[in-house]
């Protein structure tokens, strides 16, 4: 009789060893790797030279130590080459001797040094372990994501991929169209000038040297929104799984918060990789749409030539829906990461004990602080900074426009004095 139990006993545990084995394995597939999700627009920017994805792995280090080596050197050289291609440019402001000259060295030059500082944040994130890398690990350990949705996130990171490189496309195009059309655009091959044997070489290379350029201009913005938009839907699975918890009047406060305040830590570190970049971006594109503005209003020449008066609305158009694009996905965040408050407002709060109505404080007080992705830490990018930069740029389009129409009158009266004389 004690074999015979023996041997039932060995039956029943055996597959129970199994189940159990099979369902550590399935908790295992079910942590969603955010970094291979992310890994086909992390190749797509390390063909342009500003991304190392073998650095985001300890592992692929070592396996991958010549691969590694190497993207290195051609981040540090991406870096070398920005730098001194805006340096190069920048000497050429000492032959300037008239503003309406000068507006498209300005223009070119901001182009330059957004195009460095891009190289210089991309390139910081995936080689400085603060940054990409451990915002990587910490995302692992907090997504809600399940398995499932792997398939659709890459879809999401491949389709970043298709529009950036659209967008480059368009851009190098476009550009490389007017550089042979258009003396405004011979500021590129600045010291040189248009009478220079070269000067058709010369574009031909800058078109290659914008192609990087492009990369390095269009990558990092693409990959901010992406990744804002990967934290918005985690947010949005946030939000429906408190939703239900307590409709189904089974949770833990506490827990709940502690969930949000990973989440929010998340945040805050995607914050930390992208505010020096939105701080120039914000700086050099506004700077783009008052100098174009300013041109087409105040400078007839802008207006009557065709395609001079085509590359600035282009231009205007780029830089006004990369900063549009940003602040839409930035914003996306912030409002659903308050977007709980409501949920909280609606709980019964008759007859509830004191820690509950501490953990309930506590939960509102934090949903209510400001969470998001900001400016160089100067102001959260939110639905407010839409009417903020609009106004703004309401504002300037009415007083140019208002200076320029008071000061026709005074000219023409003038030129009317000198014809009657």
């Given at each position: 009789m004690r074999?015979a ?7 029943t545990?055996?597959?129970a060893c199994?189940?159990e084995?099979?369902?550590?394995e399935c ?5 969603i790797?955010?970094?291979g999700?992310?890994?086909?627009y ?10 190392n994805p073998?650095?985001l792995?300890?592992?692929q280090q ?5 691969t590694?080596r ?10 070398f080459f920005s730098s ?15 503003f ?5 060295k300005?223009?070119i ?6 195009c ?5 944040v991309s ?9 990409m890398?451990?915002?990587l690990?910490?995302w692992?350990?907090?997504t ?6 792997r ?17 480059i496309g ?8 007017v550089?042979y059309?258009?003396d405004?655009f011979?500021n590129?091959?600045a ?31 693409g990959?901010?929104?992406l ?13 429906e799984?408190l ?5 189904n009047?089974?949770?833990d406060l ?5 969930q ?14 992208f505010?020096l970049y ?14 174009l ?8 020449d802008t207006?009557?030539?065709t395609l001079?008066f085509l590359?600035?609305i282009?231009?205007?158009v ?9 602040a839409?996905?930035?914003?996306i965040?912030?409002?659903l ?9 609606v709980?019964p ?16 007080k ?10 160089m ?8 900074t839409f009417?903020?930069?609009s106004?703004m740029?309401a ?7 208002q200076f320029?129409?008071?000061l026709?009158?005074a000219t023409?009266?003038n030129?009317?004095s000198?014809t009657?004389?």
């Open positions: 074999m139990d023996m041997k039932r006993r060995c039956i545990v055996e597959p199994l189940h084995r099979e369902l550590s908790e295992q597939d079910k942590e790797q955010i970094d999700v992310l890994n086909s992390f190749c797509f920017l390390a063909i342009f030279g500003i991304f073998i650095a792995s300890e592992d070592i396996s991958h130590t010549n590694n190497i993207l290195k050197y051609v981040c540090s050289f991406t870096i001194a291609n805006f340096f190069r440019h920048l000497s050429t402001y000492m032959d300037v001797d008239d309406e000259k000068g507006i498209p300005i223009l030059s901001l182009f330059f040094v957004q460095m500082i891009n190289t210089f390139n910081r994130l995936s080689h400085k372990k603060n940054d890398f451990t915002f690990k910490n692992r350990k907090c809600l994501t399940s398995y499932k949705d398939q659709f996130l890459r879809r999401m990171s491949n389709l970043a991929v298709i529009i950036t490189c659209a967008l368009g851009n190098i195009v476009f550009f490389g169209y550089s059309r258009v405004f011979d590129v091959i010291p040189y000038t248009r009478a220079d044997s070269l000067a058709d070489f010369l574009k031909g290379v800058y078109l290659l040297v914008k192609v990087f350029l492009s990369g390095s201009w269009l990558g990092i913005c990959l901010e929104i990744i804002t938009l990967l934290l918005g839907k985690e947010l949005r699975i946030y939000i799984h939703q239900n918890r307590i409709n009047k089974n949770y506490e827990d709940l918060r502690q949000y305040t990973s989440l929010c830590d998340l945040i805050e570190k995607a914050n930390d990789m505010k939105n701080g120039s971006t914000w700086v050099t594109s506004i700077a783009h749409i008052l100098l503005l300013y041109s087409l209003i105040w400078f007839p207006r009557h030539n001079v590359a600035h282009f231009w205007m780029a830089v006004t829906v990369m900063l549009l694009a940003i839409i996905s930035c914003t965040v912030s409002n990461a308050h977007k709980p408050t409501h949920i909280l407002y709980l709060l008759r007859n509830v004990s004191t820690e509950y109505s501490l953990q309930y404080s506590t939960f509102l934090q949903l209510t602080d400001p969470v998001g992705i900001s400016v830490n100067l102001f959260i990018i939110d639905k407010t009417l903020t930069l106004g740029l504002t300037y389009f009415v007083v140019l426009l320029k129409q008071s026709e009158p023409s009266s030129s009317t000198l009657t004389a």
